[in-house]
T-cell receptor
Framework: AAGVIQSPRHLIKEKRETATLKCYPIPRHDTVYWYQQGPGQDPQFLISFYEKMQSDKGSIPDRFSAQQFSDYHSELNMSSLELGDSALYFC???????????FGPGTRLLVL | RKEVEQDPGPFNVPEGATVAFNCTYSNSASQSFFWYRQDCRKEPKLLMSVYSSGNEDGRFTAQLNRASQYISLLIRDSKLSDSATYLCVVKNHNTDKLIFGTGTRLQVFP
């Protein structure tokens, strides 16, 4: 079965640079979620979108923004990167916001 | 204090053993409950949802006690491939976010 696709899988950036992470949900899923997992930490919810509208917002820094496009894929834009942004970024998708969330393989971001 | 608490372990058990993990949550409005497993540097994968009546999936049994705000996972006949971190996850009403515990690490040895 098709799963959530994330790209890139690995990304190395320097401080103050920008990064864009992409997420392609499972076909027919209309809700996407972004989570950040720091080293040795549990995943923390950042933001979610349902039918291209922001649905819920968590601990997402103001330097980050995200959107969901008409084909339901989502992008997380990260600006003025800081060392502390180094983490695994997971995207998850579900059929709607009440259904089970399925996670993608993640993007490992390293900020130097 | 974290909203979802788990014993971090590690639990080191031999193949074939039965092992139980516990989890407590602090928000009585929590509506949905799950166990996910996460292998090192990989994504969380849904193991099972947890229902009030308790539910079983093969060697795995999950229980929910809403009065005590307590969730458990029992693994019978442990396999080497069960070695992973088990995440207790809660979802509250009217919010999209999953709230994760810090995870319990299981290591099954031959």
């Amino acid at each position: 079965a098709a799963g959530v696709i994330q790209s890139p899988r690995h990304l190395i950036k320097e401080k103050r640079e920008t990064a864009t992470l992409k997420c392609y949900p499972i076909p027919r899923h209309d809700t996407v979620y972004w989570y950040q997992q720091g080293p040795g930490q549990d995943p923390q919810f950042l933001i979610s979108f349902y039918e291209k509208m922001q649905s819920d917002k968590g601990s997402i820094p103001d330097r980050f923004s995200a959107q969901q496009f008409s084909d339901y894929h989502s992008e997380l834009n990260m600006s003025s990167l800081e060392l502390g942004d180094s983490a695994l970024y997971f995207c998850a998708s579900s059929l709607d916001s009440q259904e089970t969330q399925y996670f993608g393989p993640g993007t490992r971001l390293l900020v130097l | 204090r974290k909203e979802v608490e788990q014993d971090p372990g590690p639990f080191n058990v031999p193949e074939g053993a039965t092992v139980a993990f516990n989890c407590t949550y602090s928000n009585s409005a929590s509506q949905s409950f799950f166990w996910y497993r996460q292998d090192c540097r990989k994504e969380p994968k849904l193991l099972m949802s947890v229902y009030s009546s308790g539910n079983e999936d093969g060697r795995f049994t999950a229980q929910l006690n809403r009065a005590s705000q307590y969730i458990s996972l029992l693994i019978r006949d442990s396999k080497l491939s069960d070695s992973a971190t088990y995440l207790c996850v809660v979802k509250n009403h009217n919010t999209d976010k999953l709230i994760f515990g810090t995870g319990t690490r299981l290591q099954v040895f031959p």
